[in-house]
């Protein structure tokens, strides 16, 4: 059964059908100031995301993680009509979701009900936005929670080196904000501060609310409109975006008492809405299966060799390993960016990741939530929510030589990082590159 559902995928992505939820018209409509994009879903799933704008370019530093601690008090300190246990109490009642999340470009918080229940899970959900309590016993309770987490995230060596890479790629710039925060950060937030925070992010300027769902548009209308009343517009926001170039190759490492070593390098990658985007994203796609061959099928230098587009306000490509043999890791890196930049992606090659990416597509879109994320992440990213809509037809116009040239264009110096036994690396072969030199026992 699921080798046919993939089959049928496939026929899809190479007939030049469109994804599941651009079936029925889309429309956007401003309501108070907010605009407010509706995507028909064809099923009794209502999927509503209201989201703040921003992200790590609302606070400063010396308060990371106060937005995460925000989201997180809206559905778990109760609000000015029910405790936290009587929302939840209410809400499970009729298996109903509300939820959110922050990341380092937006905060957003979701709805997920059946149809004929919205009507009574929508008033919980315009509680939790406009009158949380941000109750102290319960913030105390959610702070520990969040602290704990941290401490756990630090002691993953995947989720620390890819932490240390943003600190050190990022130093300066917003980006280096860890939007869940620090343990000595959160302890020292208050439900009062971040109460205060809240609302004065929770403004209409920063707001975008995204409906999947088969409901009457002037029915939604009334609703947000019920919502927004008494939230004030604030001042005009913009997403600030920002180009991130390597100038050099650089190398930091940090000693740990690590089963391995885990390397990470940062470079450059287009913004989202230019003209290189999708050709980019693609290559990236493509050098994943390079390098995985490469490093650990052809070489065995590492288990899970990674590269990957990290998308967001600042936009770049990163590469990740963990391996006990650092050194030969960036002579077979090296060699295999030289080889591509060389001799580019082959016709093949690229027509089969066009498919592979396009069946990812619409395999993950299936849900009504997944649709609303993607035209929310689309409409503060690309500032084009239509681009979800459009997405298959656009990689299909693509082109090897595109494709081969955004690679070329982007990947050039790296920064890259190091936690390990630092006595099991040499920064000159990263810092200098290894191509093309005398004593690089890899060569063309």
């Known amino acids: 059964m699921k080798k046919y559902i993939y089959l049928l995928l496939v026929a899809a992505a190479t007939a030049g059908a469109n994804p599941a939820f651009a079936q029925q018209k889309a429309y956007e409509m401003m309501v108070d100031g907010v605009k407010v994009i509706v995507q028909p879903s064809g099923n009794d799933i209502v999927e509503i995301q209201t989201v703040i704008k921003g992200g790590v370019q609302n606070y400063p530093v010396t308060k990371i993680g106060i937005e995460s601690m925000a989201i997180s008090a809206l559905t778990e300190c109760g609000t000015l009509k029910h405790t936290k246990n009587e929302f939840k109490n209410q809400l499970n009642k009729i298996s109903a979701a509300v939820y959110g999340g922050s990341n380092k470009n937006f905060s957003v918080l979701k709805l997920n009900c059946i149809k004929s229940d919205l009507d009574v899970a929508w008033p919980l959900y315009v509680e939790a936005i406009t009158i949380p309590k941000f109750d102290a016993k319960e913030f105390e309770r959610i702070k520990q929670d969040a602290i704990t987490d941290l401490k756990a995230q630090d002691s993953d060596p995947d989720n620390a080196i890819d932490k240390y890479a943003d600190k050190v790629a990022f130093a300066g710039r917003d980006y280096a904000k860890d939007p869940n925060g620090t343990p000595e950060i959160i302890q020292k937030l208050t439900a009062e501060e971040t109460k205060a925070y809240y609302h004065s992010v929770l403004t209409k300027s920063r707001m975008l609310i995204v409906v999947v769902a088969d409901l009457d548009r002037a029915a939604i209308e009334a609703k947000v409109k019920g919502m927004l009343t008494g939230i004030k517009q604030g ?42 985007f999708d050709a980019f994203n693609v290559a990236m796609r493509i050098f994943y299966d390079k390098h995985f061959l490469d490093v650990r099928t052809n070489n065995g230098l590492s288990y899970a060799p990674s590269a990957w587009f990290s998308v967001g306000a600042t936009s770049v490509a990163k590469f990740s390993v963990s391996t006990t043999e650092p050194d ?88 890259w990082v190091y936690q390990g036994d630092t006595k099991k690396v040499s920064p000159l072969l990263f810092t200098n590159g290894t191509l093309n030199k005398g004593d690089n026992p890899v060569s063309h």
Request: hydrophobic fraction near 35%; glycine fraction near 4%; proline fraction near 4%.
């Open 235 to 276: 001042a005009p926001f913009e997403l600030k975006k920002s180009f991130f170039r390597a100038y050099k190759n650089t190398f930091s490492a940090e000693s740990r008492e690590l089963a391995t070593n885990y390397v990470e390098g940062i470079t450059s990658g287009p913004a989202p809405g230019t003209p290189d």
């Open 328 to 415: 030969k890791y960036i002579r077979v890196f090296d060699k295999l960016v030289d080889r591509i930049k060389s001799q580019g992606f082959n016709a093949a090659e690229v027509a089969d990741m066009k498919v592979t990416y396009l069946t990812g597509f619409y395999y993950k879109n299936e849900t009504n939530s997944a649709q609303a994320s993607s035209i929310a992440s689309n409409e503060v990213l690309h500032n084009n929510w239509k681009r979800s809509l459009t997405l298959a037809e656009d990689v299909k116009k693509l082109t090897p030589q595109q494709i081969s040239d955004a690679f070329r264009k982007y990947i050039g110096n790296i920064i």
